[in-house]
């Protein structure tokens, strides 16, 4: 599926409905492991004192 139809499906569903929106993304997300430096790359990213 291509960026544009994802956001186009995205935009169908009511903002206020959080939980529909996450499991349509997390649909489309790869399920590999992410790789070491992919890890590292975001822990980098994060704002601080943010922790998931």
Same mark, same amino acid.
């Given at each position: 599926?291509?960026?544009e %139809?994802?956001?186009e499906l995205i935009d169908v569903i009511d903002e206020s409905d959080l939980d529909?929106? #996450?499991?349509v993304l997390i649909r #489309?997300?790869?399920e590999d492991e992410p790789l070491p430096d992919e890890i590292e790359a975001i822990a &980098? &990213? %994060?704002p601080k004192g943010c922790r998931r």
């Open positions: 599926m291509s960026k %139809a994802l956001k529909t929106i #996450f499991q #489309f997300v790869p &980098a &990213a %994060a």
